[in-house]
């Protein structure tokens, strides 16, 4: 059903959000964020939807890498 999708989308990028600012931490800062991949290249909702969450940081630099896998 849409509601559980929703839920499981926002759980992935709240996910994925944690993880970039737990290695943020461990860097002592970021530069930037790059996506790539499938849902990284593909999905500007949930790349959106995470870089809102990275909203509370400095200002960083984010790249669109196109995947090729040859």
């Known amino acids: ?7 499981a989308v926002e759980c992935f990028c709240m996910r994925v959000a944690q993880m970039a600012s737990m290695m943020t931490v ?4 970021i530069d930037g ?3 790539t991949g499938g849902i990284g290249e593909n ?4 790349r959106e939807k ?11 630099e ?9």
């Open 1 to 7: 059903s849409e509601p559980k999708a929703q839920f």
């Open 26 to 29: 461990a860097l002592g800062g």
């Open 33 to 35: 964020v790059v996506f």
């Open 43 to 46: 999905s500007s909702p949930v």
């Open 50 to 60: 995470i870089l809102r969450y990275l909203d509370f940081l400095n200002p960083f």
């Open 62 to 70: 984010v790249r669109i890498i196109h995947a090729n896998e040859e």
